[in-house]
T-cell receptor, first 116, second 112 residues
């Protein structure tokens, strides 16, 4: 298995532009998570999906952020318009509940976003 | 004014030594705990987990200890190697939620 795939790996954009981050979870996983990581705040959960349905988006900073999961193998996180304070590394992770009740998350390599 | 970033706790060890990374959690209802390792430029990677009905679990060169009385979790790495240099996160989860809460992380630096 290729693991969680994210694209692009790096994105540099100007303030006000739309940014779309993409994620392909591991096949068979029914949970998908979007995180943001910064030095100031650490790893923050933005939103997560279960069976393609958004369950909790309370971590989404504001209306400029939106996420979709049209099918089990694809999700997007969109920022429109982007602002310099959105600069961070964005991680996608997927998981499934195992027989023991655990649900280790498998993280993608992340997208490093820089908004100028 | 200038903003100041938060610095992670750092543990520096010599190659071959044993390392102990500590984590305090606050939710007494947490029943499942996970340790992740994050190398520079990569996403966090699962290392080992432990359920609240256990107080110790061993993996390859790693041991996790759980003390529910004082809400403390530790990760022990035996014979630490330069490749172990990374940021280590603990995460906790409650029985009712499959969503883990991550700690701030500890930076481990292994000197050859």
């Amino acid at each position: 298995d290729a693991g969680v795939i994210q694209s692009p790996r790096h994105e540099v954009t100007e303030m006000g532009q739309e940014v779309t981050l993409r994620c392909k979870p591991i096949s068979g996983h029914d949970y998908l998570f979007w995180y943001r990581q910064t030095m100031m705040r650490g790893l923050e959960l933005l939103i997560y999906f279960n069976n393609n349905v958004p369950i909790d988006d309370s971590g989404m900073p504001e209306d400029r952020f939106s996420a979709k999961m049209p099918n089990a193998s694809f999700s997007t996180l969109k920022i429109q318009p982007s602002e310099p304070r959105d600069s961070a590394v964005y991680f996608c992770a997927s998981s499934r509940v195992n027989r023991a009740g655990g649900n280790e998350q498998f993280f993608g390599p992340g997208t490093r976003l820089t908004v100028l | 004014g200038e903003s100041v970033g938060l610095h992670l706790p750092t543990l520096s060890v010599q190659e071959g030594d044993n390392s102990i990374i500590n984590c305090a959690y606050s939710n007494s209802a947490s029943d499942y705990f996970i340790w992740y390792k994050q190398e520079s430029g990569k996403g966090p990677q699962f290392i080992i987990d432990i359920r609240s009905n256990m107080d110790k679990r061993q993996g390859q060169r790693v041991t996790v200890l759980l003390n529910k009385t004082v809400k403390h979790l530790s990760l022990q790495i035996a014979a630490t190697q330069p490749g172990d240099s990374a940021v280590y996160f603990c995460a906790e989860r409650t029985l009712l939620s499959y969503i883990p809460t991550f700690g701030r992380g500890t930076s481990l630096i292994v000197h050859p």
